[in-house]
């Protein structure tokens, strides 16, 4: 977010080298619909990863923390990401190479899309919620 120390810096970085070919949002008021005006997404493996699956929005996921490594495979294996490593040990050209090779593939991103979608029914709330409800009576 914001108050992250590399904040400033990514956002320097991404409108010096990629202003007119890609957005850096940065806790984005509305995600839902920051998700939707995307293509192609390069992400954090936490929960978000979730949230973008069920809008179909195809994922390049970075593992921000070691549980976070588990559900981006499990996101690659199941189709809807790509995923190019921990934070600690990841090469900015990899992500590049990555996304370039995406970017080049409308097919493949459009599979990815739909692995996702397939993937998430966006009910979880509601089953929380039921669950949570159901245990309280």
Do not use: K
């Not at 995923?83 to 991103?109: I, K």
């Amino acid at each position: 977010g914001a108050g992250h120390p590399g904040s400033a810096h990514s956002a320097g970085r991404s409108a010096a080298n990629a202003s007119h070919r890609a957005v850096l949002s940065i806790d984005p008021l509305d995600v839902c619909a920051e998700y939707l005006a995307c293509d192609l997404a390069v992400i954090a493996g936490g929960t978000s990863t979730f949230e973008a699956a069920a809008v179909g929005l195809p994922m390049i996921i970075v593992a921000m923390a070691d549980n976070q490594i588990n559900q981006a495979l499990g996101w690659e294996e199941r189709g809807a990401a790509v995923f190019v490593g921990a934070l600690d040990t990841l090469r900015p050209e990899d992500v590049v190479r990555r996304a370039a090779a995406l970017c080049a593939d409308p097919a493949a991103v459009e599979a990815m899309a739909r692995a996702g979608q397939e993937n998430v029914d966006g009910g979880g709330c509601d089953r929380l919620v039921d669950r949570m409800v159901g245990g309280m009576s």
